[in-house]
């Protein structure tokens, strides 16, 4: 018996065409389909970008109702995940700059209350959880210090697995551009991450 064969992008995108010309005649089936097929991967991209697991599901909705407001505009150019990450892209960082205009929290009362976490379960966690737990908010941390457009084009990269050419059209840029944007983004993390690096 053979397993079933991995999807061909062309078919899932001509899904994801054939649902959006069915949401522009104001399909809400379709919709509600749409949004199950890519829900975890925005929301994934956002928190990525944001590093906030609430924030992240009111800019999905954000994105998804945008995407069903303009359904009936919308023209199969290209595909469907580079319009669906367009929006994304758009919204976040509308939301980032938004949020430098507007500190929440400042940084020292960030560090007092993360050390008042690390400090109030010591014993609960084995070192090697520990250690893996403070990696890995350092990687989030030096991914968040990354300047808009890098941090995209690495969460796209590598958490959603996008081609060069994806990206490239998702943020306007060439394919030449988004890998100088990966080889500066990387370098940057690489100086961030030092401390964690194998000497």
């Known amino acids: 018996m053979e397993a079933d064969p991995v999807p061909n ?3 899932v995108s001509s899904v994801d065409f054939a649902l959006m010309e069915r949401i522009g005649a ?31 599901e009111d800019i999905a909705q954000q994105v998804f109702l945008r995407i069903w407001k303009n359904a009936k505009r919308y023209r199969p150019d290209a595909k469907f995940t580079t319009y669906l990450y367009t929006i994304t892209r758009n919204l976040v960082f509308n939301e980032t700059r938004r ?12 560090e007092e209350h993360s050390n008042q976490l690390v400090e109030a ?12 737990a403070e990696l890995q908010e350092a990687v989030d941390k030096a991914i968040a210090g ?8 690495v969460v796209l990269r590598r958490y959603e697995q996008l ?37």
């Open 99 to 110: 949020k430098s205009r507007k500190k929440e929290v400042s940084s020292d009362e960030r």
């Open 26 to 56: 104001g399909d809400h089936g379709a919709f509600r389909e749409l949004v199950e097929r890519h829900q975890n991967a925005v929301i994934g991209t956002v928190a990525k970008m944001l590093g906030n697991a609430s924030e992240s």
């Open 9 to 11: 992008p062309v078919e």
């Open 146 to 153: 990354l300047p808009e457009a890098q941090r995209m084009a």
């Open 163 to 199: 081609s060069y050419e994806e990206i490239a059209d998702v943020l306007g840029l060439s394919v030449s551009a988004v890998k100088s944007l990966l080889f500066r983004a990387r370098t940057s993390l690489r100086e961030a991450l030092s401390g964690y690096l194998a000497e």
């Open 121 to 132: 379960s010591p014993d609960r966690q084995p070192d090697a959880e520990l250690l893996q």
